[in-house]
């Protein structure tokens, strides 16, 4: 059988796009095209009457939502339906209504053409920002400002489709993606969208396989065409040749088996085979992802992002709201440790700042921006102490370089332990708190900053874009952010020898613990506590579930001696076929 390259170029019914939602299906489409509305930009003669209408398909538009809102509830956790809620503040914002209704009075014009300007309005300040973010958020005003003019121009809303098709459209606002996810839809495939906007989002969280910005699907696929979705590698093959669909149910049915065999290995550890116990915790960035993270067995959450909350309510949650989350998350994963990281904002996060930095990973990041923002941090280190009544709540710091911010954000954390015992507010006495090594300087000064934590955890994410000097979102180097550079083994070697020396637990929560192939290495380099994302964690399992510890302590010291990420590749790829262990990425 030929394998994916071939298929692959030699397609000439091949669209690539970004892959948002992982999986395989073939299925046939319903193209999803939104009727273009026509703005009527007329005069009116009776005011009253077009007031009126615009409060009816205002109502009927919160009816709308509050059942969208209902499903998307039921359907996934509720902080992420928020963003239905923010659609809905929208529909009650009396600044907008009043302007509305104003304009509507003095320029005597139709409703609809006062409802897609002034609404436009808004778009166009979010879209000024630049960012992928803001721009998705801009779409989810679109999905509004529609609704309104369509409730005006009293036409139908479809919700309903055939069931067990592939949606193919232009776009897709968070409401279509739940409505329609209800007829069991078998895929996602968009023009337009990045990977935060919330069709995507939403399809990871339903497990709907998706490839969203390919600029030109709805252009080249028809209603009724059969097409292969690889979610995996953000391609989409339109009426596929026999060739094509034998490849892919053959690999379909290997995921299908290898999803199996995982599922047995559920509640087996994830240990060598000569006896070496890993711990596998998981990284969530939503809160959503709680269910994968208990279904899929891990051992407790070794990093919540919580400047995740910030993305997605689009502010910074007050005091009260974060002990919410927090108390929620850990209640839900009790017994199971639930290591909290303090806002991560900077870099190409959230937007926080009013100015633009010039280099922005370089710049006010992490806990350095916490620290020139106390009050904010504050709130935070209240809000975790007082969810922290369960005692299975660690608090974490990134982005940490000198002894410093370690001092004055451990004297921060007393003062507000020292403030809620004023307030005779509980929480736990014996709370840990732990760094993120993911700055070169701290990583070569690993031994003095763990003596003063309870835990480090390795960031190699972010580690590996400063020893590279590598921005680890520019596509135009990407070709040097290398997780096996020599460098960044013989770093991560040194890290777990002095956080051993200093006595404090080491883990590592980066996107390479992820990457099979490099898991016999860093368990071979002495890591025993591994944090990644949920989904990925029956994988990790079944390679440490093969390897010896012993052998991967030699392949370790091999690769630690090397002069190039070739050698090390190599020595790697070597260490798997020797020891007959198939990777998942060569079986998907
Ligand atoms: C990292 O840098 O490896 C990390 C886990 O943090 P983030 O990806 O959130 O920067
Ligand atoms: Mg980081």
Request: glycine share 4%.
């Amino acid at each position: 059988m030929k394998n994916f390259k071939q298929i692959f170029k030699e397609a000439e019914n091949a669209i690539t796009g970004i892959a948002a939602a992982p999986g395989i299906v073939i299925a046939k489409v319903y193209l999803f095209t939104k009727e273009k509305l026509e703005i009527n930009e007329g005069d009116i003669t009776n005011v009253e009457e077009a007031k009126n209408n615009l409060t009816e398909a205002l109502s009927k538009s919160k009816k709308e939502l509050n059942k969208v809102f209902a499903i998307a509830k039921e359907k996934m956790e509720g902080k992420r339906a928020a963003i239905f809620e923010a659609q809905m503040m929208i529909l009650d914002d009396p600044i907008l209504l009043g302007n509305i209704n104003s304009r509507i009075e003095k320029e005597k014009k139709q409703p609809e053409y006062i409802v897609n300007d002034e609404i436009s309005k808004y778009q166009s300040l979010m879209a000024l920002a630049h960012e992928a973010y803001m721009n998705d958020r801009a779409n989810d005003i679109e999905d509004i400002k529609n609704r309104i003019i369509r409730n005006l121009q009293k036409k139908r809303w479809v919700s309903k489709i055939k069931n067990d098709m592939i949606v193919v459209s232009d776009s897709l606002t968070p409401a279509d993606t739940i409505l329609l996810s209800r007829c069991n839809v078998k895929g996602f495939v968009t023009d337009h969208g990045g990977l935060t906007s919330h069709a995507a989002i939403i399809s990871r969280s339903l497990n709907i396989p998706a490839v969203v910005g390919t600029h030109n699907a709805t252009r080249h696929i028809q209603d009724n065409d059969t097409i292969i979705i690889d979610g995996f590698h953000g391609f989409v093959f339109v009426n596929p040749n026999e060739e094509q669909i034998e490849f892919y149910n053959a690999k379909l049915e290997k995921l299908i088996g290898l999803q199996k065999s995982l599922e047995e290995l559920k509640d087996q550890p994830a240990k060598t085979v000569d006896g070496k116990e890993i711990q596998l915790m998981a990284n969530v960035d939503v809160t959503g992802e709680i269910d994968l993270v208990v279904t899929n067995d891990a051992k407790g959450i070794g990093l919540y992002r919580t400047e995740q909350i910030i993305e997605e309510l689009g502010e910074i949650p007050s005091e009260d709201e974060q002990v919410k989350i927090y108390s929620n998350l850990s209640t839900r994963i009790y017994p199971k440790p639930l290591v909290i990281r303090a806002f991560d904002i900077g870099g190409d996060k959230f937007k926080f700042l009013d100015f633009t930095e010039p280099n922005p990973f370089l710049g006010l990041r992490g806990i350095r921006l916490l620290l020139e923002n106390e009050k904010m941090f504050r709130s935070q280190i209240r809000a975790v102490l007082r969810a922290s009544i369960n005692k299975n709540i660690q608090f974490m710091l990134p982005m940490i370089s000198t002894v410093r911010e370690i001092k004055h954000s451990i004297t921060l954390i007393n003062e507000c332990k020292n403030e809620l015992k004023h307030e005779k507010i509980n929480y736990d006495k014996d709370f840990k708190i732990g760094i993120m090594i993911e700055v070169p300087s701290a990583a070569l000064l690993t031994y003095e900053l763990a003596c003063l934590v309870d835990f480090i955890s390795i960031g190699t994410n972010d580690l590996i874009q400063y020893l590279m000097a590598v921005d680890r979102g520019n596509d135009l180097v990407s070709d040097l952010y290398q997780e096996f550079h020599p460098a960044v083994i013989r770093t991560l070697s040194h890290i777990v020898k002095e956080a051993k020396k200093a006595k404090k637990p080491v883990s590592l929560c980066g996107e390479m613990a992820a990457d099979t192939l490099a898991i016999p290495l860093l368990v071979g380099l002495g890591l025993t506590n591994l944090s990644i994302s949920p989904t990925t964690i029956p994988y990790a399992k079944r390679i440490i579930r093969s390897i010896s510890y012993e052998k991967a302590k030699i392949l370790g010291e091999d690769c630690y001696a090397s002069a190039t990420v070739g050698e090390v590749t190599e020595k790697l790829e070597k260490f798997f076929r020797d020891n007959s262990i198939t990777r998942t990425r060569n079986i998907i």
